[in-house]
C-alpha cells in the first residue's frame, strides 16, 4: 500500500534522509517514531509528494508519488504537523472549501462536510471562526481535512500533539477505529501512543531508519533488549554461565539467601534452566524474561550510533 | 476539466478571504479616498470634462498600493502551513495561482466600478468623451491585471508579507521609470526602452487608440508573471 524504496532527501549539502526504505500493507497501522528532527516530518512530506525526494521513489497504492502525483492525492489524507487552517474562516466554510477542492460540490458536498464534522466530534460547529478555536479543536478540523474524501491512506503528523489527556483520549479512539478500514502512518515522539494504537512501529533517528517492527520486536531489538531474571540458591554463578546458549550471567544482589541473576542468551534459556535446576537440586524460586520497556528500547535504538 | 473547477473554488475561497477580513474595505475605502482627490484636482486645474488626469495617476497610485493587496497570498499560505494543503490537494498548481490572481483582479476591477461616480458626475455637468472614457477604463484594468500578476510573484517569492509587498512595487517602478528615461538617457537610447515601459503603453489607451500591440504588451506582461510565479513556487519544493 505504501512503499518506501531507498529514498533519500537533502536540503541544500544537508542530508535530511538516508536510504530509507519500508512497506507499509494494506490495513496496517504504523507509528513513525522518532526524536524531533528525525526526518519523521520529511518522510511524510515525501509520501505525499509535497517534496521530492532526491534520491530513491516512493509509492502509494501502485502509484510512483512522483510520476502520477494526481492519482496519489486523490487517495491520501495528509494532517501536517500543524493543522493547516484559515484563521478567518468558519469551520464550516473551511470544510466546504476543502470538500470542493476534493471534487465534491452541491449536495455531495454538503453530505460529505456534515458527515465528517459528526466523525470527529465537531457537529454543531459550523459557524464557528477557526482563528478562535483552542488546538484541541483545530486538531479535529484538521483531521476532519484529512478525511472528508475518505482517503485509502492517512498520513498523520503528530496527530495529538498539544492536546490534553482527555482530547488524547478521543483522538486515539478516532484513529483506532480508522485503522479498521484505512492504512495509516502516524507519527508521534509520545511513546504510549504507540503502545496503545500501533501495532507495528518504525523508529527513525538522524535521518536514518533504525529498527522496524512490532512493539516486542523492537524491544528484542534494542541494545541488551531481552534478559532473564533468575533468583536461585545452591547454585554457583559460573555454573550457570556454562549452560548452552547462555551468554551473560550478572549477579544483581541477594534476599532470604536467595542470589538474584540477570541472565541474558542467545536463544530463551528458561527451560534449560529449569531443567538444570532439577536435575542439580537447586533451588529456584524466580524465573522470567523481562524486556526492556519501549522507552527504554527506543533510547537504546535511537542512541545506537549517534 | 477538474482544473478549471479547482481553479473556481480557489477563486471563491480568495474573494471570501478578502471579504471576511478587513483588507478589501480598507483597501477599497483608501483606493477611493485617493483617487477622489485626484478626480478633484483634475477635474477643477484642468478644467476639461475628462478622466485623463485621474486614471494616469492612478496608474502610478497602483504601483505602490496593488503589492499590499496581493503581497498577502502565497506568504500567508506558507506561513500558515495551508500552501502544503493546497499542494497535496488533488488540484493543478496553475489554478491555484489563477484562482488567487482572478481574485485580486476582481477586488481591482470592483474597486474600478466605484469610480464610476466620477464619469456620472462629468456627464452630468459636460460632455465627456465616452469611446476615450471606455479605452481609459480598459487601460488602467489591463494595468490591474498586470500588476496583480507581478504582486503574486513577488508574494511567492518570500514569507514575510511586508518584504513581499515592498518587492512588488521594487518589480514595478523600473517598468514606471524607462518610461521617464529620456531624462537621464540619450534620446535614441530611451526611444530603444521606452516600450519597456507600462506608461508608454497606457498613454495610447488614454488617447482613445485601442492598439493591438499595446494589448499584447499587457498580456505578456501578465502571462510572463503568472508562469514565473507557477515557476516559483514550483521550484521552492526542491530546496
Redesign the interface.
Known sequence: MIEAIHISKSYGPRPALQDVSFTVERGEVVGFLGPNGAGKSTTMRILTGFLPATAGEARICGFDVFDQPMEVKRRVGYLPESPPLYPEFSVGDYLAFIAELRGFYGMERTRRVGRVMERVGLAGWEQRVLGSLSKGYRQRVGLAQALIHEPEVLILDEPTSGLDPTQVQGMRDLMRDLASTRTVILSTHVLAEVEAICPRAMIIAGGRLRASGTIRELQQQAPGGVWYRLEIAGADPREIGGLPGVTVVEPLGSADGFLQLRVRAASDPREALAQAAAARGWRLRALEERLPSLEEAFLGIVGRES | M?GF??LW?MW??EL??YF??PIAYVFSAVYLFVAGLFFYLGVTMTGEASMRVLLGNLAILQIFVLPMLTMRHFAEERR???L????????PLWAVVGGKWLASVTLCALILAGTGIFPMVLAYYGDPDWGLMFTSYLGLFLVSCSFCAAGLFSSSLIDDQMAAGLIGAVILLPFWLVGRANALLPDDWAAAIQPLSLLYHLDSFNRGVLDSVDLYYFFAFTGVFLFLTWRSLESR???
Request: charged share 25%.
Open positions: 477538474t473547477w479547482s473554488t471563491k475561497k471570501r478571504s471576511v477580513s500558515q502551513g495551508t502544503e494543503m493546497l499542494m497535496t490537494a488533488p488540484i519544493r526542491w530546496r
